[in-house]
């Protein structure tokens, strides 16, 4: 067994281990964790910044050289716009919601004194894959810390100063809750993934994020199983009546930033098609 292989398991039992004992935790002190996260990010900014800019850095050579499209290197930023405050409030806004957990959405009389239902419940330890955006490491963590699911999060190689400051100021912060600081963990390399998708002992499920070709990937490397995804909605269609400004907003957000799942857009709005394109190439590089 190599050391690679070693640390993994080591890492999928971790995680597993953190799920089982969260179990016990009660909703309002899964809220209280990601308040306490909330507010460990926001007092990290200026360290997550410095990390980001580090990514970046490095990120223009590999742009200027062609091996980094302009639209990766764009999603890299974490520093551009209210980017990061909104990645804040997405913690917020995701502790506000319902628990997820418990609720019966199926029930039937099977018989006299014989009843069945259908009730949500924690998946268990996930292991997530995902490229580029840093600020994914954030959305995650409060996805799975809200519905119950502990998560081992491994972010594309351009992002990797930004990931290991988010998740090191996420497991610090955890560390000071109800949830053990292993419930949510990061790894780096392509090595440590492979060796995770053989933890089929710990890891309940796989989540590849990214590319048709990510997730075929992933798919053909583990006997765990794969949360995989289609190749995205192909078309936005807009009507002639539509708001322009809206119709603009949700073009640019379908195609830039959310990994080109938009392949063609179908417009109504002759008048205003060149102001909707131009404003996205314009969000786009």
């Not at 900014?45 to 499209?69: H, P, Q, V, Y």
């Not at 919601?97 to 959405?105: E, F, K, M, R, V």
């Not at 491994?154 to 090191?168: I, Q, R, Y």
């Not at 990061?186 to 590849?208: C, K």
Request: charged letters at 25%.
């Amino acid at each position: 067994m190599s050391l690679t292989t070693t640390y993994a398991e080591q890492i999928a039992k971790a995680s597993k281990d953190a799920f089982e004992a969260s179990q016990l935790v009660t909703p309002a002190e899964r809220v209280k964790a990601l308040h306490a996260i909330h507010d460990a990010l926001t007092m990290d900014k200026e360290t997550i910044f410095g990390a980001n800019r580090r990514d970046m850095e490095a990120a223009r050579g590999l742009m200027a050289s062609g091996t980094l499209s302009q639209s990766l290197f764009k999603r890299l930023d974490l520093t551009i716009s209210d980017k990061f405050d909104s990645m804040l409030q997405g913690i917020l806004d995701v502790a506000a919601l319902p628990d997820p957990t418990g609720n019966i959405t199926y029930a039937s009389e099977l018989d006299d004194g014989l009843e069945l239902y259908r009730v949500t419940c924690p998946i268990g330890a996930l292991l997530v894959i995902f490229e580029a955006r840093p600020e994914v490491v954030v959305n995650i963590t409060a996805l799975a810390i809200k519905s119950g699911n502990s998560a081992i999060l491994k972010g594309g190689k351009e992002s990797t100063f930004t990931c290991t400051a988010l998740s090191e100021c996420i497991r610090s912060a955890l560390s000071q809750t109800s949830l053990h600081q292993d419930y949510i963990q990061a790894v780096q390399t392509r090595e440590e993934i492979a060796s995770l998708l053989d933890q089929d002992r710990y890891i309940d499920l796989v989540i590849p994020r990214g590319s048709n070709a990510l997730v075929k990937s992933v798919q053909n490397s583990t006997k765990i199983p794969v949360m995989g995804h289609a190749d995205g909605i192909c078309c936005v269609y807009i009507d002639k009546d539509a708001d322009v400004e809206k119709a603009t907003r949700i073009v640019v957000e379908s195609k830039v930033n959310l990994c080109d799942s938009v392949w063609k857009n179908l417009s109504d709005l002759q008048p205003y098609r060149s102001t909707i394109q131009r404003d996205a190439m314009r969000q786009r590089f």
